[in-house]
């Protein structure tokens, strides 16, 4: 699984911008506070919450240490065991009846080698998880998700570029300017497999309660 902020080993010397850098510590340091006080107030010990997670004790404590580099998957599940949400972790969750997220509190979650990634703008509280995220892929570019919980729908809306959508064993292409529903309960990938750059929003609805209806 991608890491947080993926940065390759790479012959050619790769210039990291001091804007990014600093964007990777917020992050960590936000996340960190917030993982000590979620798991705090739901009474949870590191082993206790490391049991329900799935997540290993040895990266829960980095986590709060703030000097892990956890997968967005690892977060999901964390975020899941203390019935918050990823938005809550990285302090973009909104408070209703409104709230505004400026475009410098969006929390960049993924780097892909190339110069992509994934930012998530705005999200609900948990445990029921709504998030708006935007994506940027660059030619050759691929992130794979192991899957959500049961139900998970996914909408995206392709700006630029064409999108390859990896559900199980089959793919889908997206062209510019297509929109398309998927259930992401599986393993499932984002890939830019043309020459140009893949930019698309996604909105993610997890929800923890019990679904009417089995369909699409």
Not at 38 to 47: A, E, I, N, P, V
Not at 57 to 71: C, D, Q, R, Y
Not at 109 to 133: M, N
Request: proline share 6%; aromatic share 4%; net charge neutral.
């Amino acid at each position: 699984m991608t890491n947080l902020v993926y940065i390759p080993t790479m012959k050619k010397k790769v210039n990291i911008s001091t804007e990014a850098v600093a964007d990777v510590e917020r992050v960590s340091a936000t996340v960190s506070q917030n993982l000590k006080t979620f798991r705090r107030q739901s009474g949870l010990t590191l082993d206790q919450l490391s049991q329900k997670s799935g997540v290993s004790k040895g990266m829960l404590v980095e986590i709060e240490k703030g000097t892990a580099n956890p997968s967005i998957a690892i977060l999901c599940r964390a975020a899941t065991a203390l019935g918050v949400s990823v938005a809550d972790f990285v302090g973009v969750a909104v408070s209703l009846p409104v709230r505004i997220v400026p475009p410098e509190d969006a929390s960049i979650l993924w780097r892909g080698p190339k110069g992509g990634s994934a930012t998530l703008l705005v999200g609900t509280q948990g445990p029921d998880e709504i998030e708006l995220w935007r994506w940027t892929l660059f030619p050759g570019e691929i992130f794979e998700s192991p899957g959500h919980s049961p139900g998970t729908l996914e909408l995206l809306n392709v700006e630029a570029g064409e999108l390859t959508l990896k559900l199980g064993d089959s793919e889908h292409l997206v062209p510019a300017g297509s929109s398309v529903l998927a259930r992401t309960e599986d393993k499932h990938a984002y890939m830019n497999s043309g020459k140009q750059e893949l930019r698309f929003v996604m909105a993610v609805a997890e929800l923890q309660r019990p679904r009417l209806r089995t369909g699409l």
